[in-house]
């Protein structure tokens, strides 16, 4: 099993930063993936960032160029550092950790930017 935390979530303005943090429970180099997803209000979840335990990472368009996934080599912790902040990228944030070809998830941070 593996459990996920996440935080950094919080109100920022357009154009802002901020820096979400997903806490494993196990050596993250032993996941085979660690995603990120954003709920925005009234919308699917869809998936924005991912990493591998190899290292190659993935975005979708919509945040490419402004959004990078990156992990605490020393630790269990994935990070995603979010630039250029726009209304848009409101909404919770969640970590998923593809394991042992099982998915979990973590409970979710609110991230919120006003124009």
């Known amino acids: 099993q593996v459990q996920l935390v996440e935080s950094g979530g919080g109100l920022v303005q357009a154009g802002g930063s901020l820096r979400l943090s997903c806490a494993a429970s196990?050596?993250?180099?032993?996941?085979?993936?660690i995603r990120w997803y954003r709920q925005a209000p009234g919308k699917q979840r869809e998936l924005i960032a991912s990493?591998?335990?190899?290292?190659?990472?993935n975005y979708a368009d919509s945040v490419k160029g402004r959004f990078t996934i990156f992990r605490d080599i020393a630790g269990n912790t994935v990070y995603l550092q979010m630039n250029s902040l726009k209304p848009d990228d409101t909404g919770v944030y969640y970590c998923?950790?593809?394991?042992?070809?099982?998915?979990?998830w973590g409970q979710g941070t609110q991230v919120t930017v006003s124009s």
């Open positions: 998923n950790a593809d394991y042992r070809m099982r998915d979990y």
């Open positions: 196990r050596n993250i180099f032993s996941i085979n993936y």
């Open positions: 990493i591998t335990n190899g290292g190659p990472t």
